[in-house]
């Protein structure tokens, strides 16, 4: 298995392989994820939806609407 570790602010700051014997550093809460899941240092997480953004995604540009 794998783990990100998310810091307060929800941002993961590692990630790691894991099992039961594993303890997070301090300030850190780990999120297990199954092995084929893809999720990178500084992808944000939400405990709601229990997912994972990157925001660095690029964001097509809107097009202008003529009046």
């Known amino acids: 298995?794998?783990?990100a570790l998310i810091d307060a602010a929800n941002v993961v700051?590692?990630?790691i392989v894991w099992?039961?014997?594993c303890t997070a550093p301090a300030g850190t809460t780990p999120i297990v994820l199954p092995d084929d899941?893809?999720?990178s240092i500084g992808f944000v997480y939400d405990p709601?939806?229990?997912t994972f953004t990157d925001p660095t995604?690029?964001?097509p540009p809107v097009e202008?609407?003529?009046l």
């Open 1 to 3: 298995m794998k783990a």
């Open 13 to 15: 700051v590692n990630v």
């Open 19 to 21: 099992d039961s014997s």
């Open 37 to 39: 899941y893809y999720v």
């Open 48 to 50: 709601a939806t229990q």
């Open 57 to 59: 995604a690029v964001i």
């Open 64 to 66: 202008p609407v003529a």
